[in-house]
């Protein structure tokens, strides 16, 4: 099963790695990491709701929320109208482990390829522990949050050049 899950992390990671490469040929420049005080007030819209998890969030209004469903892995992207380079992508998939066996050294012995910087360990408001990190390098960044909750693992990632979307996000997810 160890096995199974090092597998789909890797898988989670090559679709992120495609859909970075997408956005970053839309020929955006890009941008500082916006933080998520200074975005805060951007969020409002629209709400998704992921029922698997019971999950649901706001996202701004401008962007659209979808749901990509396979057989290991389920990928909700939020992505902007009017600029296909911002976005934010939720890989959502099940965890056999313990939440707090996930780590960063984890993440390096699962994946040893990923580049991993700035890494910061926290507790989101909703109260699960996570790991915020930016992966890769060069013009394919991205800020990741990763965390455990109830059996599954969400993978958050969006590209550095799309600014301070992720934290903002977090802040109205609901798991009810």
Same mark, same amino acid.
Not at 13 to 26: C, E, K, P, Q
Not at 114 to 126: D, E, R, S
Not at 155 to 162: L, T
């Given at each position: +099963? ?8 890797? &898988? ?6 495609? &859909?970075?490469?997408?956005? @970053?040929?839309?020929?955006? /420049? ?7 005080? /200074?975005?805060?007030?951007r ?6 709701? #992921? ?11 401008? #962007?659209?929320? @979808? ?6 892995? /389920?990928i ?6 009017? /600029? ?14 313990e939440?707090?066996?996930?780590? *960063? ?8 390829? +990923?580049v991993? =910087?700035?890494?910061?360990?926290? !507790? ?8 915020? *990190?930016?992966? =890769? ?5 991205t800020?990741? !949050?990763?965390?455990?909750?109830? =059996? #599954?693992? #969400? ?6 050049s799309? =600014? ?10 609901? *798991?009810?």
């Amino acid at each position: +099963m160890r096995h199974r899950t090092s597998t789909i992390i890797a &898988v989670s990671l090559a679709v992120i790695l495609a &859909v970075l490469v997408i956005w @970053r040929m839309s020929g955006s /420049d890009p941008r500082t990491f916006v933080s998520g005080d /200074d975005a805060g007030a951007r969020v409002s819209a629209s709400t998704f709701s #992921y029922e698997k998890t019971n999950l649901s969030f706001s996202y701004e209004k401008g #962007y659209s929320a @979808r749901l990509m469903e396979d057989q290991d892995v /389920d990928i909700i992207v939020i992505q902007s109208k009017s /600029d296909a380079s911002k976005g934010i992508q939720i890989s959502v998939l099940p965890f056999d482990g313990e939440p707090s066996e996930l780590s *960063f050294q984890k993440i390096q012995a699962d994946i040893p390829d +990923m580049v991993i =910087g700035k890494p910061q360990a926290g !507790v989101l408001p909703f109260g699960s522990d996570a790991l915020s *990190f930016e992966a =890769g390098d060069g013009s394919l960044k991205t800020r990741e !949050v990763w965390f455990v909750r109830a =059996g #599954y693992l #969400y993978q958050m990632s969006a590209p550095v050049s799309s =600014g301070g979307l992720i934290e903002p996000l977090i802040g109205t997810m609901t *798991f009810e």
